[in-house]
Structure formats: structure tokens, C-alpha cells
């Protein structure tokens, strides 16, 4: 007979979601109010605060679109992407293949700035894509690439956008809360995220933030937006400052109190705390994945440290190690995606799973787990490498 579900409890150290605070899921369960009781437009208001906070913007157009991130990117595209345009795209994993999707989508065309699995996005390959397309009036690229835990420069990335007369759309899923992101300084037009990786919130909200550029480019618009649901000029009306609230959707009130919570936790952590945390305890797992003998895939400049890819040894068996690790230890870590399925892992620290205990017990776990197997791992090297970080910290 089919019964209530009561999930395992897990150790999410994936590409996300990550684990969930238990204040935040405690913010979860509070009584539902209406999506337009004035208790609950008051929390409307603080969670667009906290997102400006989060973001570091005074962007008055950012807000969270009741859906994942992928909604959060498809917003982006759009809103600002007309028929006819010319978008360049960069892609260095698979989240930039998405863009070129959404662009296409639009009726736009994609100039692709391709990069390898692994690498940054190049800025010398995007200033010669738009010298070679003047025409191009937007430029996508992913800050912290989730397939590959490369990290590009998103600061030069926006500026040439700007030098070049052009609006900038940046994915900040994974970056947010875990390395810095700082849309104003960048001078980012239109920045999305996702609340279940750096912000350990419940998956299914997508923070996003519009400059005054990408708002003016939305208002002038000559056709409508073809998604409803999207479309930020109606959106505005139910997040929008004036305190009369349209109705557009109902809202999901109790997720959003859960990231009101989460966003909370990040304000009384302070954000260089945050990316503090996230550096430290990257630092501690990749030097004692390294000590156990195992290969970090991305180069040590370039790398997340909310994301750690790392290469699987010979003759591992990529399902069995990552079976055996759920199963006794109920840990997940994260198999390569695209390009890099079969040959890396994705071992995440994110938001409230960015913690020292973690860090070790993966590591013990891990060398159990590939001693097991017949795999040639130092014993007790990872631990005593990692620990040798946090002391010297
Ligand atoms: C960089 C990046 N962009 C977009 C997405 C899509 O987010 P979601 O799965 O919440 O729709 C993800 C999800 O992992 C991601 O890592």
C-alpha cells in the first residue's frame, strides 16, 4: 500500500541541491497565508532586499521567479532577446549549450565563443567575436560552470559587453553565496540564480536581477514576450514597489519563506565569511584528494570551490564507487556531466554542506570506498592533508 514518504537522510555533496539548513526547513512548515495578505507583500519587500544584499545590487528590478533556474535563465533570454538579434554565447560546459538553445529559441541568432570543458571563458575570443559582429546587441556567458567547476571572469566579460554597446545575461546558479558576485560592480544587466546550490535553499526558486539598461530594453520592446508566465513587465506588477500587488500567479508562499530564511542566514553570515568558508574547506578537500593520489580537472586559478571536479583513476568503477558511497555512507557525490561523464566526479560544497566535518567524511569515505575496489590510494594521507589545512588556516 502506497504509504507517506520519508526520505533518507543524505549527505548532499553533488552538484547540487545541496543540504538544506534545518532553520530554513523549519521556515518551511509555517502556517500558508494568502499571496496577497499584507503580512506576506511585507516579506515580498525583505526578500527583494535580501536579494540586492545577496546579489550586490541596487537593482530595483530582482526578485525570485517562482520556478528553477532554468526559468530564472529563460527569463533572461526572453525578456531581451527579440527576433532577429545577434547574441554571442559563450560555451565551456553545458549550461552555455542551454543559452544557445534559448537564443535559438527566440528567433535570435547564436554566435558561439567555444572554449574546452574545464577552461574559462576566454575574453580575447569574445572581443573578437563582437569585432567580428557588431551587430550583436547581448552577450551570455555562465559564471561558475556546474559541469565542469570552472570559474570565468565575469568582470571582463561584462565589461566588453559594455564596450561594446551591448547588454550582458550571466548565470550565477552556482556562484552565488559561494564566490563572489557582484552585479553592480560588474556593471551585469541581467544575472540569474538558483537557491539550491550556494544559497542551500529548496530547489525550484530562481533569484534574478535586471539593471536599468535591461529594464529600458524590456519597456521598448516591439512585440510582446512570447512566454506569459515570463514576461517581467507582468511580473512587475505583482513584484513590482507600488503597494497595489496584481495578482499574475500564486506565489509558493511557504518556499518562499524558506528562502527569506535562507537569504537571512547569509546576511548574518556576511557574504566574505561565506566565500571564506566555501575557500577554506575547497582547499582542505583538494589537498586531500590530491594526497590520497587522485587528479583535480580543472587548473588550480580556475577552480570553484563549490564545486570540485576531480578526475575518476583507472580502472574505477564510476556507477560502483558512487552506489557504494550512497549506500554506506549515505553520501552523493556528483558523476561528470556531458563531455566529462565517465571520467570525473563532482564533489560539491555548497552553502550548508561547506563544512569541515563534511570535507572529512567524504574523504574518509572516498579512500574506503576505492580500497574496496582494488584502487592504489594512500591510506590516511587525505585526512592528514586536510587537517594540516584547517591548522594552518
Ligand atoms: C550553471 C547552471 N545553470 C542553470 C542550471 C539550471 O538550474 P535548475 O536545475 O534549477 O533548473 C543549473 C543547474 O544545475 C546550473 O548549474
Same mark, same amino acid.
Given at each position: 500500500?502506497?504509504?507517506?514518504?520519508?526520505?533518507?537522510?543524505?549527505?548532499?555533496?553533488?552538484?547540487?541541491?545541496?543540504? +538544506?539548513?534545518?532553520? +530554513? $526547513?523549519?521556515?518551511?512548515?509555517?502556517?500558508?497565508?494568502?499571496?496577497? !495578505?499584507?503580512?506576506?507583500?511585507?516579506?515580498? #519587500?525583505?526578500?527583494?532586499?535580501?536579494?540586492?544584499?545577496?546579489?550586490?545590487?541596487?537593482? %530595483? /528590478? @530582482?526578485?525570485?521567479?517562482?520556478?528553477?533556474?532554468?526559468?530564472?535563465?529563460?527569463?533572461?533570454?526572453?525578456?531581451?532577446?527579440?527576433?532577429?538579434? @545577434?547574441? =554571442?554565447?559563450?560555451?565551456?560546459?553545458?549550461?552555455?549549450?542551454?543559452?544557445?538553445?534559448?537564443?535559438?529559441?527566440?528567433?535570435?541568432?547564436?554566435?558561439?565563443?567555444? #572554449?574546452?570543458?574545464? !577552461?574559462?571563458?576566454?575574453? !580575447?575570443?569574445? &572581443?573578437?567575436?563582437?569585432?567580428?559582429?557588431?551587430?550583436?546587441? $547581448?552577450?551570455?556567458?555562465?559564471?561558475?560552470?556546474?559541469?565542469?567547476?570552472?570559474?570565468? #571572469?565575469?568582470? &571582463?566579460?561584462? &565589461? /566588453?559587453? %559594455?564596450?561594446?554597446?551591448?547588454?550582458?545575461?550571466?548565470? @550565477?546558479?552556482?556562484?552565488?553565496?559561494?564566490?563572489?558576485?557582484?552585479?553592480?560592480?560588474?556593471?551585469?544587466?541581467?544575472?540569474?540564480?538558483?537557491?539550491?546550490?550556494?544559497?542551500?535553499? =529548496?530547489?525550484?526558486?530562481?533569484?534574478?536581477?535586471?539593471?536599468?539598461?535591461?529594464?529600458?530594453?524590456?519597456?521598448?520592446?516591439?512585440?510582446?514576450?512570447?512566454?506569459?508566465?515570463?514576461?517581467?513587465?507582468?511580473?512587475?506588477?505583482?513584484?513590482?514597489?507600488?503597494?497595489?500587488?496584481?495578482?499574475?500567479? @500564486?506565489?509558493?508562499?511557504?518556499?518562499?519563506?524558506?528562502?527569506?530564511?535562507?537569504?537571512?542566514?547569509?546576511?548574518?553570515?556576511?557574504?566574505? #565569511?561565506?566565500?571564506?568558508?566555501?575557500?577554506?574547506?575547497?582547499? &582542505?578537500?583538494?589537498?586531500?584528494?590530491?594526497?590520497?593520489?587522485?587528479?583535480?580537472?580543472?587548473?588550480?586559478?580556475?577552480?570553484?570551490?563549490?564545486?570540485?571536479?576531480?578526475?575518476?583513476?583507472?580502472?574505477?568503477?564510476?556507477?560502483?564507487?558512487?552506489?557504494?558511497?550512497?549506500?554506506?555512507?549515505?553520501?552523493? =557525490?556528483?558523476?561528470?556531466?556531458?563531455?566529462?561523464?565517465?571520467? %570525473?566526479?563532482? =564533489?560539491?560544497?555548497?552553502?550548508?554542506?561547506?563544512?569541515?566535518?563534511?570535507?572529512?567524511?567524504?574523504?574518509?569515505?572516498?579512500?574506503?570506498?576505492?580500497? !574496496?575496489?582494488?584502487?592504489?590510494?594512500?591510506?590516511?594521507?587525505?585526512?592528514?592533508?586536510?587537517?594540516?589545512?584547517?591548522?594552518?588556516?
Amino acid at each position: 500500500m502506497t504509504s507517506s514518504f520519508y526520505p533518507p537522510r543524505r549527505t548532499l555533496m553533488g552538484p547540487g541541491p545541496s543540504d +538544506v539548513s534545518p532553520r +530554513v $526547513l523549519g521556515a518551511l512548515g509555517r502556517p500558508t497565508i494568502g499571496h496577497l !495578505d499584507p503580512q506576506f507583500v511585507h516579506l515580498m #519587500d525583505e526578500i527583494k532586499a535580501l536579494l540586492q544584499f545577496a546579489f550586490r545590487t541596487e537593482n %530595483t /528590478l @530582482t526578485l525570485p521567479i517562482s520556478a528553477p533556474g532554468s526559468a530564472g535563465m529563460e527569463a533572461c533570454f526572453v525578456n531581451l532577446v527579440s527576433p532577429g538579434d @545577434t547574441v =554571442i554565447v559563450c560555451q565551456n560546459g553545458v549550461f552555455g549549450g542551454r543559452m544557445r538553445e534559448n537564443v535559438e529559441r527566440c528567433g535570435a541568432t547564436a554566435i558561439m565563443v567555444q #572554449d574546452a570543458w574545464g !577552461d574559462p571563458v576566454c575574453p !580575447d575570443k569574445v &572581443a573578437a567575436a563582437f569585432a567580428a559582429n557588431p551587430e550583436a546587441n $547581448l552577450l551570455a556567458f555562465v559564471h561558475a560552470e556546474t559541469s565542469t567547476g570552472a570559474a570565468s #571572469d565575469a568582470a &571582463a566579460l561584462c &565589461a /566588453l559587453a %559594455t564596450a561594446n554597446d551591448a547588454l550582458s545575461i550571466v548565470d @550565477t546558479v552556482t556562484s552565488l553565496g559561494g564566490i563572489p558576485v557582484n552585479v553592480d560592480e560588474w556593471g551585469a544587466d541581467a544575472v540569474y540564480s538558483g537557491t539550491q546550490k550556494c544559497l542551500s535553499c =529548496i530547489p525550484g526558486i530562481s533569484p534574478v536581477t535586471f539593471s536599468p539598461r535591461a529594464v529600458e530594453r524590456i519597456q521598448k520592446r516591439s512585440r510582446p514576450v512570447q512566454s506569459w508566465f515570463l514576461d517581467m513587465q507582468l511580473i512587475m506588477g505583482y513584484w513590482g514597489g507600488s503597494s497595489k500587488r496584481a495578482y499574475h500567479h @500564486t506565489a509558493p508562499v511557504n518556499n518562499l519563506y524558506a528562502l527569506h530564511e535562507a537569504l537571512l542566514m547569509l546576511q548574518e553570515e556576511g557574504l566574505e #565569511d561565506s566565500w571564506a568558508r566555501h575557500h577554506r574547506n575547497h582547499l &582542505a578537500l583538494s589537498a586531500g584528494l590530491e594526497a590520497m593520489g587522485l587528479a583535480m580537472a580543472v587548473a588550480a586559478d580556475y577552480r570553484l570551490p563549490q564545486l570540485n571536479s576531480v578526475r575518476i583513476p583507472p580502472g574505477v568503477d564510476d556507477a560502483a564507487v558512487r552506489g557504494a558511497l550512497l549506500a554506506d555512507f549515505d553520501l552523493e =557525490i556528483g558523476a561528470g556531466l556531458g563531455e566529462l561523464a565517465g571520467t %570525473t566526479w563532482r =564533489i560539491g560544497l555548497m552553502g550548508h554542506a561547506s563544512s569541515e566535518c563534511n570535507v572529512l567524511r567524504c574523504l574518509n569515505a572516498l579512500e574506503a570506498t576505492l580500497a !574496496d575496489q582494488g584502487a592504489e590510494v594512500g591510506r590516511g594521507l587525505a585526512m592528514q592533508a586536510a587537517r594540516a589545512v584547517y591548522a594552518g588556516a
